[in-house]
């Protein structure tokens, strides 16, 4: 079976596997900083290369941030959007084919 990983270039680190339904985009290997919790040590497999394509597309898109949600006194629901520019380029990601085997130990 062929899937897809996502890997930095200069680090040689694959895109890992999210514990909860956070986003990716908190992935960001070329800041020097350890990775956030929310991550596996399982890389993320993807079944397409255009499924990896749309992924480095999205992690671009959405720099390191953080978004909130609060309720105003009208009773209506507003967002707080916080985003950090972490400097990062798509040029930096590079698709790899990753092959599964499954046999007997």
């Known amino acids: ?16 596997l999210a514990k909860r339904n956070r986003g990716y985009s908190h992935w960001n290997p ?7 919790k929310i991550f596996t040590s399982i890389p993320r497999l993807l079944e397409s290369e255009k499924q ?11 720099p390191n941030g953080k978004q909130s949600s609060y309720q105003t006194y009208d009773g209506e629901w507003d967002d707080i959007i ?24």
């Not at 079976?1 to 890992?16: C, D, E, L, V, W």
Request: hydrophobic share 40%; aromatic share 10%.
């Open 30 to 36: 070329g800041n020097g900083k350890p990775e956030v």
């Open 52 to 62: 990896a394509k749309k992924c480095i597309s999205m992690w671009f898109s959405f």
């Open 1 to 16: 079976m062929i899937y897809y990983a996502i890997r930095h270039k200069a680090s040689q680190s694959i895109m890992p």
């Open 82 to 105: 916080d985003f950090k520019p972490d400097n990062r380029k798509k040029e930096d990601l590079e698709i790899v084919e990753v092959e599964v085997k499954i046999g007997r130990i």
